[in-house]
Each structure stands twice: as C-alpha cells, then as structure tokens.
C-alpha cells in the first residue's frame, strides 16, 4: 500500500536530484516531473525551487516532506501487520 505521487516527492524531497529519484522508484525522469507537477497543482502551492538541474524544497515542500515520512510510516507499519 504506498501513494505513488507521495513516494516520487519524498525521494526526491530527500534525494533532491530527478535523476536519482527516477532511478531509486523505476520510473523515468519525465514521470517523475509529471508526479510532482500533479501533487504541486493538487495542493496549489509550488513543491521546489528549481535551479537547472538541482532543486531545493520550498517552505511547504519541506513542511509536506515532514508529513510524507509519517505517511510512508504507517504505510510501512500497515504492510507489517498484512498476513
């Protein structure tokens, strides 16, 4: 059970390298574009700062990568209870 947009941002939240996050989830880095530009339009806010090819979480960036580890968490914890 994982969202998948959620553990895009996360790696990259924690990665901040596209290349880095297309290569640790399986994806390609236009995916990994399109998953963030869907969180970013769902939560109306931008998510990084981009400076050519690096990134930097902006103010909510960082607040949501708080929230997503916890998320992830329990995503983990719930898979661990699963027979």
Do not use: C, W
Request: proline share 1%.
């Amino acid at each position: 059970m994982t969202d998948k947009r959620l553990l895009v941002f996360t790696i990259l939240a924690r990665t901040l390298s596209f290349s880095e996050t297309a290569r640790q989830t399986g994806i390609s880095q236009p995916a990994v574009s399109k998953h963030i530009a869907a969180l970013e339009a769902e939560i109306g806010a931008a998510l990084f700062v981009r400076y050519g090819r690096t990134v930097a979480l902006t103010e909510k960036g960082l607040a949501l990568k708080q929230i997503s580890e916890r998320i992830l968490e329990g995503y983990a914890q719930i898979e661990n209870i699963k027979e």
